[in-house]
């Protein structure tokens, strides 16, 4: 009857854990498409922008956002730090703490996805 307890306690546990994981990557999914879709594909539905010039006269596509995490995989603190403090050409944004983390649970979400 313990055993069954514990089991029913983990099954619960998990789904929770799984529904708030995907709540939070639906939320960032949406902070993705305010902040990043003008020049990054951000969903697999969205067209691809075109390539963003930038002042060195260079014309970039950015990554889709699948790619991204491709990239990233397993490498939370260099995708954090992306996104926070980008490379050239991208331009920073100010993001709050939260929008970050929903902005990276929404890449962590594609890393199984096929490229867009």
């Not at 306690?9 to 902070?31: H, I, M, P, Q, W």
């Not at 939370?76 to 050409?89: F, G, W």
């Amino acid at each position: 009857m313990k055993s069954i307890v514990t089991l029913v306690a983990v099954l619960l546990f998990t789904s929770g854990s799984c529904l708030y994981a995907a709540s939070l990557a639906n939320e960032g999914r949406a902070d993705a498409m305010d902040a990043c879709s003008a020049c990054h594909q951000v969903t697999v539905e969205q067209k691809r922008p075109q390539a963003v010039h930038d002042l060195d006269d260079w014309d970039v596509l950015a990554s889709t956002f699948s790619e991204i995490a491709k990239r990233y995989s397993g490498r939370t603190v260099a995708l954090r730090s992306a996104i926070i403090k980008p490379a050239h050409p991208m331009k920073e944004q100010q993001f709050d703490p939260a929008e970050v983390r929903t902005i990276m649970a929404y890449i962590r979400s594609l890393r199984h996805e096929k490229d867009f």
